[in-house]
């Protein structure tokens, strides 16, 4: 369908902003979860084994990652402000409640992730192994706890608890900020998407060490990236399988007209067969 941009509203402007926004933005973050885990290791196996060829694979990957994670900060630091500016009546309206876990990931994960991501790309010879080892991990630990809190705050939207509307402000505040953060629908969101993100980090280090092997080029680097990827995404598959089946059930639990569109049951109904592949017409 084409879009008409002489009777676009201000609405529909916003939303095609918005949408293009966090497209982009998700291309680059989920690659950096599983990356960064997967940096923390081969640093790891470097400072225990002493292997050099561990060292170069670590900084090989490193400048992919790096790549991302600077994307993934610029068009994140975009999507935040478009709460505001876009959405602004919304942002007032449960400020109290989504704007919390926005402030604390920002407060603490992106100040912990950006602090240690320096000392990762430019602490080399500068600091001692341990403490570059150290930052490199806290590099991954900012970074989950970073998606941590943005997917907290999106699982309320699915799923509003802790919270109360108050008639004198005519707006939603928090009362039980636990509630909120240990919801099952925030804890399913958090636990498929991560473990969704390091099958693709996987994958990825799969694929392009597999074209250094078909070239035939630095063949001992691309074997010990694909040996650490492959096991490394057999854990990951197999976690995003389980979490798969738990977030599916929240959403029949907690949104259940979203399960059947997920479905395909325009209708609806009880008992209905499971769906494996399905092709969208128009039928009702």
Sequence with gaps: MLLDLTTTTLVE??????????????????????????????????????????????????????????IGVATGLILE??????????????????????AIEGIIAFFLESTFVAVMFFGWNKVS????LISTWMVFVGANISALWILVANAWMQNPVGMEFNPLTARNEMDDFWAILFSPTAISKFTHTVTSAYTLSACFVVGVSSWFIL????????RKSIMLA???GLISILLTMYTGDSSAQDVTKTQP??????????????GVEFTVIGIPTNDP
């Excluded at 291309?27 to 225990?48: Q, R």
């Excluded at 959405?87 to 919390?100: H, K, M, R, T």
Aim: net charge positive; no cysteine.
């Design 257 to 270: 007209m979203k399960f059947a569109a997920m479905e395909g049951l325009n209708k609806g109904g009880n």
């Design 81 to 102: 402000f478009q709460f505001g500016t876009n959405w602004s009546n919304y942002s007032w309206f449960v400020g109290d409640i989504f704007g919390a876990p926005l």
């Design 129 to 132: 192994k341990r403490f570059h």
């Design 13 to 70: 402007w916003s939303r095609w902003q918005f949408a293009m926004t966090a497209i982009y933005h998700y291309m680059f973050v989920p690659l950096t979860l599983g990356l960064a885990l997967m940096l923390a290791i081969m640093e790891t196996m470097w400072v225990k084994t002493g292997d050099q060829n561990w060292l170069n694979t670590t900084k090989f990957w490193m400048k992919l990652f790096g790549i991302n994670f600077a």
């Design 230 to 232: 492959s096991v490394f």
């Design 215 to 222: 070239k035939k080029r630095n063949l001992e680097f691309a």
